[in-house]
T-cell receptor
Framework: EDKVVQSPLSLVVHEGDTVTLNCSYEVTNFRSLLWYKQEKKAPTFLFMLTSSGIEKKSGRLSSILDKKELSSILNITATQTGDSAIYLCAVYPNRDDKIIFGKGTRLHILP | NAGVTQTPKFRVLKTGQSMTLLCAQDMNHEYMYWYRQDPGMGLRLIHYSVGEGTTAKGEVPDGYNVSRLKKQNFLLGLESAAPSQTSVYFC????????????FGPGTRLTVL
């Protein structure tokens, strides 16, 4: 059965800290991995990763995929209170119309 | 462009009542999805559609029906609501097979008493 596992499920850090969120997957014929940020409303798209070892970066957020280890990490440097959210990882198996979501990591940044 | 919109935003039902949630998108996307989100459970796929007139079951389809009569609309129906269907429902759409980003609506918070 295809699955996506995120860790940790919950994380509390202080403003200014750096955090690393993990996502591992087991799917048949991997196609792509996506990261979303969800505050108190709909998830918003952060990154899509398809190739191993190529870092995607947007401001203080970055992500990289390791196809050998079947995993991805999302890094957030110099965290701010506005980074508090649920971060969702999702994977598309190849030749499939549906995406598989992990349960998310709930990140809380203390001022 | 409004993107993906959902109607209603909030609803309270009594057990056994029925209702329909409407999702509309103005991006001409072929694919549309209905998810439910419960605390600690992430997003779980209920039903999805790969085009007008077609629907398919997702991970948790029981108790729900869907219809895609028009490309821009995707309806989710609850024929006889149960307390276990209390959840936040999200609709999403995307362009085509290799355009992977899904665009989400704002969600509908449904409570079944």
């Amino acid at each position: 059965e295809d699955k996506v596992v995120q860790s940790p499920l919950s994380l509390v850090v202080h403003e200014g800290d750096t955090v690393t969120l993990n996502c591992s997957y087991e799917v048949t014929n991997f196609r792509s991995l996506l990261w979303y940020k969800q505050e108190k409303k709909a998830p918003t798209f952060l990154f899509m990763l398809t190739s191993s070892g190529i870092e995607k970066k947007s401001g203080r957020l970055s992500s990289i995929l390791d196809k050998k280890e079947l995993s991805s990490i999302l890094n957030i440097t110099a965290t701010q209170t506005g980074d508090s959210a649920i971060y969702l990882c999702a994977v598309y198996p190849n030749r499939d119309d549906k995406i598989i979501f992990g349960k998310g990591t709930r990140l809380h940044i203390l001022p | 462009n409004a993107g993906v919109t959902q109607t209603p935003k909030f609803r309270v039902l009594k057990t056994g009542q029925s209702m329909t949630l409407l999702c509309a998108q103005d991006m001409n996307h072929e694919y549309m999805y209905w998810y439910r989100q419960d605390p600690g459970m992430g997003l779980r796929l209920i039903h999805y559609s790969v085009g007008e007139g077609t629907t398919a079951k997702g991970e948790v389809p029981d108790g729900y029906n869907v219809s895609r009569l028009k490309k821009q609309n995707f309806l989710l129906g609850l024929e006889s609501a149960a307390p276990s269907q209390t959840s936040v429902y999200f609709c999403a759409s995307r362009n085509r097979v290799y355009d992977n980003e899904q665009f989400f609506g704002p969600g509908t918070r449904l409570t079944v008493l």
